[in-house]
């Protein structure tokens, strides 16, 4: 019973709309309509000739069944119960009038109606027996005090030998309780399946909203993870460029009067590595210009003359530029098979030149380093419990030069470039003097990504 009429459900139909309420409106005026004319033509077909009341009273009693429709789903419980009441008294006081089909069409829809749209399942529940009981007490009312038995009675005088299981009256009298029966009961079926019905559009509303909202924060996320990259990159950019040059152009001043080729080639570095610095910016912020604008078709040479990102086939270029008089850094390719390196894919590359170049950035800001060895592993083949990984390391002979005056964002997208494709990062000194940056890639995707410690004191 409880299971039937969803008493333990949370969710609660919401009332009807004013379209609704209007449409009820009209409803009622036309079953009205209707009854008047069903009652007319019962009366022109001489069925109501036992009915004593006067006209205009069988069309009030008509009428009265009707206008509660007006509130059918506003007040669905109440009218329901009113109706079955109606139902009940015009039963046993005019009978050929509450057996008109639009008047048995009028009480089936205020069950269904009721089933449908009430709000309080409980109050439902106790509406509905009260409802049952009212319509077979009705059924036993007019058996045993109304016109029913009297009629049965005149029909089996007229009947010579019952020809079924049953005798006449018995027969009848179940066949008007399992009308009544299916009446009530389909009625109360209907209405529990349009219940169900706006239960679940309802459910699917919601998911349709719970989904288009973490669409958008999908959305949202993916912007500010554009940004942070867009910010990441930035800063590995112009912090390394931009210290090499200040340590370039400072190691020029010093030996400008003493020796001229020396800062004649460091200014030349600054020189390269401006330009580079430039078409680095250049190549970034290009992917922020909105080329379906009209303005910016104009420069869409830019887009298209710009070079790609730099990866571990760039490093020898980025450790030659690193040099400066009294640093001397060193580039070491390690291969388990020829052309390895070239199998790298580009995303992965770009992180690991990334690292190297914040590592070469931090040795020339907070070092007081001399020589500097950037190596590169790439093993496709894995043995022995180890599988396929790309490594580069930064090794100086140095030791930090006073206080930092770093941000610490260098750390931080070292490690969020390592997570990003399940790596490895290992960053601090070492015993025997210096410093360390290693940082190993899985050529074949982790599960759980993982980041060693590290020391922040030496990164920017």
């Given at each position: 019973m409880r299971v039937f009429f969803d008493v333990d459900d949370p969710w609660t139909r919401p009332g009807p709309t004013r379209a609704e309420c209007r449409f009820d409106v009209w409803v009622a005026v036309l079953f009205y309509l209707l009854a008047a004319l069903s009652l007319e033509v019962a009366r022109s077909m001489s069925?109501?000739?036992?009915?004593?009341?006067?006209?205009?009273a069988q069309h009030a009693v008509t009428a009265s069944a009707v206008i509660p429709l007006v509130w059918r789903r506003r007040f669905p419980v109440t009218v329901m119960v009113i109706l079955q009441l109606h139902l009940l008294v015009v039963s046993v006081w005019l009978p050929m009038i509450a057996q008109q089909w639009i008047m048995l069409v009028v009480y089936f829809l205020a069950l269904v109606t009721g089933m449908a749209w009430a709000q309080d399942r409980w109050a439902l529940l106790w509406a509905v027996l009260a409802s049952l009981t009212m319509m077979f007490g009705g059924t036993v009312w007019s058996f045993a005090l109304g016109q029913a038995w009297e009629q049965i009675t005149s029909n089996f005088s007229a009947v010579r030998q019952p020809q079924g299981l049953f005798s006449f009256a018995t027969a009848t009298t179940l066949l008007v309780l399992m009308v009544n029966g299916a009446f009530f009961g389909g009625a109360l079926i209907w209405g529990r399946s349009n219940w169900r019905g706006a239960r679940r559009l309802a459910v699917m509303q919601a998911q349709a909203v719970?989904?288009?909202?973490?669409?958008?924060?999908?959305?949202?996320?993916?912007?500010?993870?554009?940004?942070?990259?867009?910010?990441?990159?930035?800063?590995?950019?112009?912090?390394?460029?931009?210290?090499?040059?200040?340590?370039?152009?400072?190691?020029?001043?010093?030996?400008?009067?003493?020796?001229?080729?020396?800062?004649?080639?460091?200014?030349?570095?600054?020189?390269?590595?401006?330009?580079?610095?430039?078409?680095?910016?250049?190549?970034?912020?290009?992917?922020?210009?909105?080329?379906?604008?009209?303005?910016?078709?104009?420069?869409?040479?830019?887009?298209v003359d710009r070079a790609p990102e730099p990866g571990l086939r760039d490093l020898p270029a980025l450790v030659a530029q690193s040099v400066r008089p009294g640093f001397t850094p060193t580039y070491t390719l390690v291969e388990d098979t020829p052309g390895a390196l070239d199998t790298v894919g580009a995303p992965l590359s770009l992180s690991a030149y990334r690292i190297v170049q914040e590592a070469l950035s931090n040795v020339a800001k907070h070092s007081t380093a001399k020589r500097a060895t950037v190596v590169v592993r790439v093993r496709r083949h894995g043995s022995s419990g180890i599988s396929p990984y790309v490594e580069v390391e930064v090794v100086d002979d140095g030791s930090p030069c006073g206080a930092t005056t770093g941000t610490g964002l260098g750390l931080v997208g070292m490690r969020e470039r390592v997570t990003s494709h399940s790596g490895q990062l290992d960053v601090g000194p070492r015993l025997s003097g210096g410093f360390r940056v290693r940082a190993r890639f899985p050529l074949e995707p982790q599960l759980v990504p993982t980041a060693l410690t590290a020391d922040p004191a030496r990164m920017a």
């Open positions: 069925m109501l000739t036992t009915v004593s009341v006067p006209i205009w719970t989904i288009e909202k973490q669409a958008e924060d999908l959305r949202r996320r993916a912007v500010v993870e554009e940004r942070l990259r867009i910010a990441r990159e930035l800063h590995d950019v112009v912090a390394h460029h931009v210290s090499v040059m200040g340590v370039q152009a400072a190691g020029a001043r010093r030996v400008l009067t003493r020796d001229v080729d020396a800062a004649a080639t460091a200014l030349s570095a600054v020189e390269s590595s401006s330009r580079q610095a430039v078409q680095e910016l250049r190549n970034l912020l290009g992917t922020l210009r909105d080329v379906s604008s009209g303005t910016a078709r104009a420069d869409m040479s830019d887009l």
